[in-house]
């Protein structure tokens, strides 16, 4: 258990609707991750933070930003949600290097739009 | 830019029966990671490979990170339907950061 809390964990919203999901950890971990994973495409890197306000873009990061005010917080903001973005989306934490610079995911967030 | 292959994409196969999942790069990696992911949960890290050529076994999955740390087997043997899931592997850069590469995945079903 890498201690990450994701919610909320099910989401139905609009089109046009902004949206929050939050990511919290419990175990101080500098680095987290958004990813979004979907059929065809697999794991994709939305966004990522290696510090306390510190975060820089992904993959797929456009429609997206995130936040990071807090070391055990990694807020990820749709802000004007549409269809393309209903997916499931996963926030991981980066194990230390002596583990093998390992990441732990989250049980991920489903999010619709409509 | 690193990519990682995944073979076979989808393999059914018979509770008892033996299988080998390959994961395949032109990119060297500092270590690799193999995760299995049931429908609705998160990917769930079963072992990170480190050194060129190590075997690591968990119980009746064995582990194989290539000489060159290019690429990775994982063989189960005597599968069971609880080995059922998506089995993705990863291919982390050197140091911190975002440099993690993932593979597309095996989707693998045992049938009783």
């Known amino acids: 258990d890498a201690g990450i809390t994701q919610s909320p964990r099910h989401k139905v919203t609009e089109t046009g609707t902004p949206v929050t999901l939050r990511c919290h950890q419990t175990e101080n971990h500098r680095y987290m991750y958004w990813y979004r994973q979907d059929p065809g495409h697999g794991l994709r890197l939305i966004h990522y933070s290696y510090g306390v306000k510190d975060t820089d873009k992904g993959e797929v990061s456009d429609g997206y930003s995130v936040s990071r005010s807090k070391t055990e917080d990694f807020l990820l903001t749709l802000e004007s949600a549409t269809s393309s973005q209903t997916s499931v989306y996963f926030c991981?934490?980066?194990?230390?290097?002596?583990?093998?610079?390992?990441?732990?995911f989250g049980e991920g967030s489903w999010l619709t739009v409509v | 830019t690193q990519l990682l292959e995944q073979s076979p994409q989808f393999l059914s196969i018979q509770e008892g029966e033996n299988l080998t999942v390959y994961c395949n790069s032109s990119s060297v990696f500092s270590s690799l990671q193999w995760y299995r992911q049931e429908p609705g949960e998160g990917p769930v890290l079963l072992v990170t490979?480190?050194?060129?050529?190590e075997v690591k076994k968990l119980k009746r999955l064995t582990f194989q990170f290539g000489d060159a740390r290019k690429d990775s087997s994982l063989h189960i043997t005597a599968a069971q339907p609880g080995d059922t899931g998506l089995y993705l592997c990863a291919g982390a850069d050197y140091g911190y950061g975002q440099n993690f590469v993932f593979g597309p995945g095996t989707r693998l079903s045992v049938l009783p």
């Open positions: 490979v480190v050194t060129g050529g």
């Open positions: 991981a934490i980066q194990s230390g290097l002596a583990s093998g610079n390992t990441i732990y």
